[in-house]
């Protein structure tokens, strides 16, 4: 199971308990560990009684370690300056969130944590690259709230929601303004514990004490009464109208917005306001009312804002009147919805009150079908599929939030003081004492990478590559990283010895069926390419194989094609570079009927990939090589005299061209050290000037036509002083 931290705009013992509170339980009743870190403040304290009430609790718990408030659940409240996250401030607020995160990874020893945040100013307060996985859980337009910085909001949310690597959202209208800002973006809408307000219907619940004294009707609402939300005009018209029914409301008044006055319905004897009541108290309350009100306004915030209440009313068996506002008009089966003018509200609540309204029944099954439980599982499963979700289980070692805590540990700080001391044994010439201590300390404390780290360096220098391999095997079933394979996989300067020893190393390496698909997929990759330059045809021919296999198993995972995860350890990018070593293997052998049969293969598989569901940095650095894949299907379409199949490969390109342009790729594409975009431009335009028609064999172009294109599939730049390579290819195909 997982660990998250799950930041909040809302402190835990709110007395409104709302998606931020819900989400952290139903997460640790799933079997997570969770860490709910208290609200950081979006806006600055407003100096009145409610602000300066908050900020003494937050004073009392600040200095406390995190405190558990229920199985496999924790809670945290830095010491924070509300709202700031600029300036010397800012700065301070940081470092104090760091510490309150670094006390409690030492308390609770936190292993490859995801940040489910709720607050759009996520990345002002923390460093997104220490989680295994960002998360942004997007309920309302916060900005929309009174008081709140709508410019510096807007601006942070929207670059939160470009970096996260998922985005859910809670109403059409918020994931129709930022789902196109996140390739992993889905909405869910919002839901209730049905099981806490399924205690309403039990009618032998005793009736509150503070209940009201009528004969009537009761209509209830219960939620912070702000006028930002509610109609609070409609709502005294409708009051004064209506003598005859009881309004109760429980929830606070104007804690969002100041500006809110109900003073003026003192003069209402059917109107009673109870002020909050406890979570635990809410089922009571509406197993007595008649009807349930959602009064809202339709405005810049409600018109984004799937009401959380709307599935507690049903939960709870009450019938619900609500104002039509863009996120409930699928929901109009099981409620009554109307515009927010008394009228129409007068003669809703008259229907629900006449029975007239849906059955009772059908509000159950709706709210069943709108749980915390189904929803958070339907989350979690979705970033699963998106390969977000940690291995389980996790590596005994595997990394902890803070780095700090891994790199000065003392068993990693005595390691590299005695690796140091090895290292002055061999400059005096005796490495093989050095093994051999090395050896002893491992006996007497097994599992230290480091020094698992240090013997497996010795052993590929010596050329005992099965050695190293089964000690790069241990390192990552123990720690879950294996950087020294990194480091040989994508760093040339670290592989030892000739082509020809690199070829051994990766072909013991590449047979290993212990590592992770994306190590031994890359690692079948290098050791292709080291048989391409070292011209060792039965090399060659065993890459071809282990090759296929790896992109037969990632074209049968349904997931490659929707895979989050960075860079590396992308499926998508993986198929990719393995479909291209595939054919730059096939070219070297000359195989013009295992190319042709391959490139065929490729084109089908471009044609499921989209790069806007894949992460965007793993995107745009694979532009090239799905470029060059694909300039060699239409060279071989080109070949075959097929010219469906080249127009079919070149509209594939200019689609992916296009895509690769789009604005959400913008910052990325400017900090590659390759221009991604100026080289599709280049070959498309290349290949678009080598159509011909099906109906004029005539006209398809001669092979020259087709060198520049070929170079870029073997050179960075076009490299005409290097024409002869490519001519060498084309000819290779007419050689039976």
């Known amino acids: 199971m997982a660990d998250f931290i799950l930041l909040s705009t809302a402190d835990w013992d709110h007395p409104l308990w709302t998606n931020k509170q819900h989400v952290a339980c139903c997460l640790s009743d799933l079997g997570h560990r969770v860490l709910y870190v208290d609200s950081l403040g979006v806006r600055a304290p407003r100096g009145d009684r409610s602000d300066f009430g908050r900020i003494l609790r937050r004073l009392r718990r600040g200095f406390r370690l995190p405190r558990q408030v229920r199985p496999g659940l924790w809670v945290v409240s830095p010491l924070v300056m509300p709202g700031q996250t600029r300036g010397i401030t800012g700065r301070l607020n940081r470092m104090s969130l760091d510490f309150s995160l670094f006390v409690a990874d030492l308390v609770l020893d936190l292993r490859r944590p995801l940040l489910w945040t709720f607050n759009p100013q996520a990345r002002a307060h923390l460093r997104l690259s220490r989680f295994h996985a960002v998360v942004y859980l997007c309920v309302d337009r916060i900005q929309a709230q009174p008081g709140m910085p709508v410019q510096v909001l807007q601006a942070a949310e929207k670059d939160l929601c470009t970096v996260a ?33 399924g205690r309403a219907l039990n009618k032998d619940e005793d009736r509150p004490s503070d209940w009201p004294h009528c004969d009537g009707p009761v209509l209830i609402f219960i939620g912070a009464i702000d006028a930002y939300k509610l109609d609070l005009n409609m709502l005294e018209s409708l009051m004064e109208r209506t003598p005859q029914w009881t309004y109760l409301f429980i929830g606070p008044v104007g804690e969002a917005d100041p500006s809110t006055d109900v003073s003026d319905w003192g003069r209402f004897p059917n109107v009673h306001l109870l002020g909050p009541r406890p979570y635990s108290a809410l ?19 409600t018109r984004r804002m799937y009401p959380m209440k709307f599935f507690e009313y049903l939960a709870a068996g009450c019938p619900v009147v609500a104002t039509a506002i863009p996120a409930l008009e699928d929901q109009s089966d099981v409620a009554i919805l109307c515009s927010p003018e008394q009228s129409t509200f007068e003669a809703a609540i008259g229907q ?32 699963a599929h998106h390969g977000l979700m940690p291995d389980e289980p996790l590596a005994p070692q595997s990394p ?34 050095a093994e051999g201590i090395l050896r002893h300390w491992l006996e007497r404390d097994p599992t230290n990478i480091t020094l698992l780290s240090e013997l497996a ?49 990766f072909d013991v390496l590449a047979s290993s069926t212990s590592l992770p698909l994306h190590y031994a997929g890359y690692c079948r990759v290098v050791r292709t390419y080291r048989a391409i330059d070292s011209k060792d045809v039965a090399a060659l021919r065993r890459g071809v194989i282990g090759l296929e296999e790896i992109i037969a198993a990632l074209e049968g995972d349904p997931d490659t094609y929707r895979c ?86 070149v509209t594939e390109m200019e689609r992916l061209r296009q895509a690769c342009h789009a604005k959400r790729f913008d910052l990325i594409a400017s900090k590659t050290h390759e221009d991604h975009r100026a080289f599709s431009d280049a070959v498309v335009a290349m290949l678009q000037e080598c159509r011909w028609s099906s109906a004029d064999p005539g006209t398809r172009p001669a092979q020259e036509r087709l060198v520049d294109p070929v170079l870029l599939v073997y050179f960075p730049n076009l490299r005409r002083d290097r024409a002869e390579k490519a001519l060498k290819f084309l000819q290779s195909l007419n050689t039976p």
């Open 165 to 197: 690597n998922a985005l859910f959202t809670t109403s059409p209208r918020l994931h129709a303004e930022l789902g196109p800002l996140n390739a992993g973006s889905h909405v869910f809408g919002n839901v209730a514990d049905a099981d806490h307000f």
């Open 352 to 383: 629900a009150l006449a029975g007239e309204g849906p059955t009772l029944q059908q509000r159950l099954d709706r709210a069943r079908q709108h749980t915390y439980f189904t929803r958070t599982t339907a989350m979690l499963n979705r970033l």
């Open 457 to 505: 360096r010795r052993r590929l220098s010596v050329g005992d590559n099965s050695g190293a391999c089964r000690l790069i095997e241990r390192i990552w079933q123990e720690d879950g990283v294996a950087d020294i394979l990194h480091q040989l996989l994508f760093r040339r300067s670290s592989r030892p010895g000739s082509r020809l020893d690199q070829l051994e190393l």
């Open 564 to 649: 989050l995860k960075p860079n590396r350890e992308n499926r998508a990018k993986l198929l990719i570079s393995a479909q291209l070593t595939l054919l730059r293997a096939l070219m070297a052998l000359k195989d013009s009927s295992g190319l042709d049969r391959a490139s065929i293969e490729l084109l089908a598989s471009a044609c499921r990939y989209d790069p806007f569901a894949i992460d965007r940095t793993t995107a745009t650095r694979m532009t090239r090589n799905i470029m060059r894949s694909l300039t060699i299907a239409a060279v071989m379409a080109w070949h075959a005299e097929d010219a469906s199949r080249f127009d079919a490969v």
């Open 400 to 433: 902890p939030y803070h780095q700090v805590r891994k790199q000065w540990s003392r068993p990693q700080l005595s390691a590299r003081l005695r690796t140091t001391g090895l290292r002055l044994l061999d400059s005096l010439g005796h490495p093989s004492m």
């Open 283 to 301: 089922p009571a309350y509406l197993a007595h009312a008649d009807v349930a009100l959602l009064p809202l306004q339709l405005n810049d915030y």
